[in-house]
């Protein structure tokens, strides 16, 4: 591919007044229309799915893990086997994170050094060092299409001292990472197996908007083909995410995408696409297909209810994904409650299924220039987990749905 054809191209913006916008990032391995939500394939797969299954619900772009991949099978591995294109057989475009949030998530098994951080692997205790170019170096390995810069995650009940000290990290690693990476560009010949990556910086800044705004501006000066939002999500309010996504979009290029990293339940998807995110993904809609809970247009469904034994009907009338179109509500419920790990695989399929048809529908509501009133319409139906609602209330939502939907 043509390095000019590489990047993000900005096709139009909410009229309505949002800061939601549309595009396409064009990649090694083909386009992507955005906003898009990313499955999460933390070890070159989705977890109960094979690529076949994210084809068919049409998945554009699939997310796997620097730091898990690093441990295990290793990164010249999978260079040697094709790159994780070759690997996992997936044609579509990959994004790696760079594994900073594993390891500053592993708390007493991680310690800052001069150089990048040193920690103790979570599989056999074994010790290993990150830094910018040897991040850098694992990413060209894997061969993603979009890769990360390193950086700091601080905790969320940080104060602002230490979420300063920690931006100062993050923007000196991110300068670093350019460097690096540039640096093997130039050198790659036939060790990496994709010439044309797209490198991403990662604002940070906690809730603190003047740091949010001196990390905007930092890696903005930088000029990286796109900007993760990351250090959301990790305990602070929805409100208060909202507020900080809202706040830092429009400080970053126009012309670049916005990632908003690890966050991905459908209010929150919409809320933050009228705040000007591009990119999502999540572990949350397969994580819950796992544990019996499944995605509707009016909340989230818990297949394991005694309700559901003997109900011969979808999870959602209407619904396309494949489990929706050959199986009913009992035998989901049959497999859940007698553990079959086919319950895993068709859960999983309805909810990622959910979350890409999802962004499908709110980028024609964009383009048709009725995005407010999507936005509207579907969170008046929508009850999120987080309030509490009577379960019988929640079920008559349901009922009322599949009626209306029938008729």
């Not at 977890?47 to 295990?72: E, F, V």
């Not at 509501?365 to 009133?373: D, E, P, Q, T, V």
Request: charged content about 20%; aromatic content about 8%.
């Amino acid at each position: 591919m043509a390095e000019n054809k590489l990047g993000f191209e900005l096709q139009g913006c909410d009229p309505s007044g949002t800061l939601a916008r549309w595009g396409v990032l064009h990649t090694a391995h083909g386009d992507v229309q955005t906003p898009v939500f990313m499955p999460v394939g933390t070890q070159a797969t989705v977890k109960a799915l094979a690529p076949d299954d994210l084809l068919a619900m049409d998945a554009q772009i699939i997310l796997s893990n620097t730091y898990h991949l690093y441990l295990r099978p290793g990164a010249q591995t999978i260079a040697d086997l094709g790159g994780l294109h070759g690997f996992m057989r997936w044609p579509r475009p990959i994004l790696t994170d760079s594994g900073g949030f594993q390891v500053f998530s592993l708390a007493g098994r991680r310690k800052l050094t001069a150089e990048g951080v040193v920690f103790q692997s979570h599989l056999d205790g074994s010790r290993h060092l990150f830094t910018p170019a040897s991040v850098m170096e694992t990413e060209s390995l894997l061969g993603a299409d979009v890769i990360m810069a390193l950086d700091e995650c601080a905790p969320a009940e940080s104060d602002h001292a230490y979420h300063r000290q920690a931006l100062a990290r993050t923007h000196q690693w991110a300068a670093q990472c350019k460097a690096a990476f540039a640096h093997l560009q130039q050198e790659q010949g036939d060790r990496f197996p994709n010439p044309h990556q797209l490198l991403f910086g990662i604002v940070q800044g906690g809730i603190y908007p003047d740091l949010r705004a001196e990390s905007a501006a930092a890696l903005s000066d930088l000029d990286f083909p796109g900007y993760g939002v990351g250090g959301l999500s990790v305990g602070e309010s929805k409100a208060q995410m909202y507020e900080i996504t809202a706040l830092t979009t429009p400080l970053l290029p126009a012309n670049k995408p916005r990632y908003l990293m690890g966050v991905g339940s459908p209010e929150d998807l919409l809320a933050c696409i009228a705040g000007g995110v591009d990119m999502f993904d999540c572990v949350l809609p397969s994580r819950l297909a796992r544990n019996g809970a499944l995605l509707t247009h009016a909340g989230r469904l818990q297949v394991k209810s005694p309700r559901y034994a003997k109900l011969d009907a979808p999870i959602e009338q209407g619904c396309t994904c494949y489990t929706c179109q050959h199986f009913s509500l009992a035998y989901l419920n049959h497999l859940y409650r007698a553990e079959e790990l086919l319950s895993y695989r068709l859960n999983t399929i309805h909810n990622l299924h959910f979350m890409v048809e999802l962004t499908r529908q709110i980028r024609a509501a964009l383009i048709a220039g009725r995005f407010s009133s999507y936005k509207a319409e579907f969170l008046a139906r929508y009850q999120p987990a987080n309030q509490e609602v009577a379960a019988s209330q929640r079920e008559a939502r349901v009922r009322a749905m599949r009626a209306k939907a029938s008729n």
